[in-house]
């Protein structure tokens, strides 16, 4: 079954780069995904990444993955208090398409 | 238009009472979603509807009913909740239901039954 692991919260200063890291375990899962939740919102779709790769880059955003120990982590370059939210990374249910299984989330909390 | 959209914005109510959740998205995506979402949870999938068909019902109580009435709207239908249901609760589309398809979401109905 898709069970998917975050730590929940992390602290880093502003300026400072943010790592954000996650754990899978269907190895069937195509794509990843993270969304980002800010307090009283829906869910924004940030990046994701297709699993014959090992790198996405998008502005501020890296997304890395190493499918062997099905892990997966974002990078946020230059972290600014506008970034504070909710990180999640999710996988396809079953592979495919139907629906997202979430991790738990990581609660990103920038210090001045 | 690349939005879902989702109303009310914010529901409360009683155990005994009947509503329904409304989403609606004009990108021309044929898959649609419901999540419910605790207080300090992910997201957790309810139903998914494939070509206006439901395709996936995660074992939800039928207190909860959806319905789609066209490739455009999705509804919720409320009846007979408990407390316990309180959450927020999300819609998302995507193209369909093929691999890699992104999933947008709405901003979500907070619901509290009293």
């Known amino acids: 079954g898709e069970d998917v692991e975050q730590s929940l919260f992390l602290s880093v200063r502003e300026g400072d780069s943010s790592v954000i890291n996650c754990t899978y375990t269907?190895?069937?899962?195509?794509?990843l995904y993270w969304y980002k939740q800010e307090p009283g919102a829906g869910l924004q779709l940030l990046t994701y990444?297709?699993?014959?790769?090992d790198m996405k880059q998008d502005q501020r955003l890296t997304v890395l993955l190493n499918k062997k120990d099905k892990h997966l982590s974002l990078r946020i370059a230059d972290t600014q208090t506008g970034d504070s939210a909710i990180y999640f990374c999710a996988e396809e249910i079953g592979g495919g398409a139907d629906g997202l299984t979430f991790g738990k989330g990581t609660h990103l909390i920038i210090q001045p | 238009d690349t939005e879902v959209t989702q109303t009310p914005k914010h529901l409360v109510m009683g155990m005994t009472n009947k509503k329904s959740l409304k989403c609606e998205q004009h990108m021309g995506h044929r898959a649609m979603y419901w999540y419910k979402q605790k207080a300090k949870k992910p997201p957790e999938l309810m139903f998914v509807?494939?070509?206006?068909?439901?395709?996936i019902n995660e074992s939800v109580p039928s207190r909860f009913s959806p319905e789609c009435p066209n490739s455009s709207l999705l509804n919720l239908h409320l009846h007979a909740l408990q407390p316990e249901d309180s959450a927020l609760y999300l819609c998302?589309?995507?193209?369909?239901?093929?691999?890699?398809?992104?999933?947008?979401f709405g901003p979500g109905t907070r619901l509290t039954v009293l």
């Open positions: 509807y494939s070509y206006e068909k439901l395709s």
């Open positions: 990444i297709f699993s014959n790769m």
């Open positions: 998302a589309s995507s193209q369909d239901r093929s691999r890699g398809n992104e999933q947008f």
């Open positions: 269907d190895s069937s899962s195509t794509y």
